[in-house]
Structures are given as C-alpha cells and as structure tokens.
C-alpha cells in the first residue's frame, strides 16, 4: 500500500484508481438509465466533486446540461459547522430534473442545506449521487440516492478530495494513518 504526506500529516491508500473507476462505471450506468430521456441539469458541487463529475458522466450517452455551484464547510480536517455559498445557481431550476454531483457525504450539512436551496426553485425532481458515503458521521438525516462506495468516519483525500488544498489530484483515495493526529 502506498503512502504520502501532504502537509503534516500521513495517508494510506484504502482504494485504487482502477477500483474507483470500475464503481464510478457502475454507478454511472445505472444512473444512465434513470435520466436518458429527461434532458437533466446536472449540477456539480465544487472543489471536491469535479474529479468524480468528470469520470461518471462520461456513461451519460443523453442531453443534459452541466452547471456548477459551490457551497463548502470544510476547514482542515473538520466541518465548521457553517456553509459558505461562492457560486450561485446557475438559470433555471424549476420544472428540471436535477442531479447533484458530490464528492463525500459525511455530516450532511453541505447537502442538506444545498438540497434544500434547490427544492425552492420548485425543481421537477432532485436526486443526488456521491462517490463516498460516511453514514456513521451523518448529523443531518439526508441519504444520497446514489453513490459508489460507503465509507468509514475517517479523514480521506485523494481523487478530488482535499486536506488544506492538498491531495486533489491524486488518482487513489488516501485516509489518515491511524494513530496520526494533526
């Protein structure tokens, strides 16, 4: 198993591209035959879900426009509680089927508020899929109705995930190294 660092702290690879990839197919496939015909706007939450956005919906063979917004809670290794909003909602939302892209469900609060925002535009119907699902670390009782792997309550980078800025851009998924502390 490999192992970095990014800034002071030591990861793990718990998955491989390869493995990732297979799942993101999979899911993609499967999320394929849901919206085929109904012309979706599928939005995509920034930073963290971009790598995942760009591997499944490459199986989305349909029309369907992509949009992106970014609401994020995160500071280091911990949600501060506290959603910030960077990027409005694109145009139109009512009368549309709307996919949600995320990266990681954990607490919750991320997707609870945005889903929220998103159901007073009066949207047709609104689904959200998500590599990596934490119900453990859930706080806010909102389940993603698709997603590729559930995970353990443990600190994760890697494959679009981050730790302090770092870590995006690496293919596997990494956790904290048991026993390490920040």
Same mark, same amino acid.
């Given at each position: ?6 800034h002071?702290?030591e ?10 990839l %297979?799942?993101? /197919? #999979? =899911?993609?496939l499967k999320?394929?035959e +849901? ?5 979706? @706007? ?14 499944l ?5 349909f029309?369907l ?16 509680? %506290?959603?910030? /909003? #960077? =990027? ?5 939302? +009512? ?5 949600? @892209?995320e990266d ?7 997707l609870?508020?945005l ?7 009066h ?8 590599l ?6 859930l ?5 993603p ?12 980078v890697?494959?679009? @995930? ?5 870590g ?15």
């Amino acid at each position: 198993m490999q192992e970095i660092t990014l800034h002071d702290l030591e990861f793990i690879e718990i998955l491989s591209e390869k493995h990732l990839l %297979e799942s993101i /197919k #999979s =899911l993609g496939l499967k999320i394929r035959e +849901e919206y085929y015909d109904k012309y979706p @706007l599928v939005l995509v939450i920034l930073n963290g879900a971009f790598v995942f956005a760009a591997e499944l919906i490459k199986y989305f063979d349909f029309p369907l426009e992509l949009d992106f917004v970014r609401y994020r809670s995160y500071k280091g290794l911990h949600s501060s509680g %506290e959603i910030q /909003k #960077s =990027l409005p909602f694109p145009g139109q939302i +009512e009368g549309r089927h709307v996919l949600l @892209l995320e990266d990681i469900v954990d607490t919750g609060l991320t997707l609870s508020v945005l889903t929220k925002d998103l159901l007073d535009q009066h949207p047709e119907s609104l689904k959200t899929a998500c590599l990596l699902y934490k119900p453990e670390a859930l706080i806010y009782p909102i389940e993603p109705d698709f997603y590729s792997f559930q995970v353990e309550n443990k600190f994760l980078v890697g494959f679009g @995930l981050d730790y302090k800025g770092l870590g995006r851009n690496l293919r596997n998924l990494y956790q904290l190294k048991p026993g390490k502390k920040p």
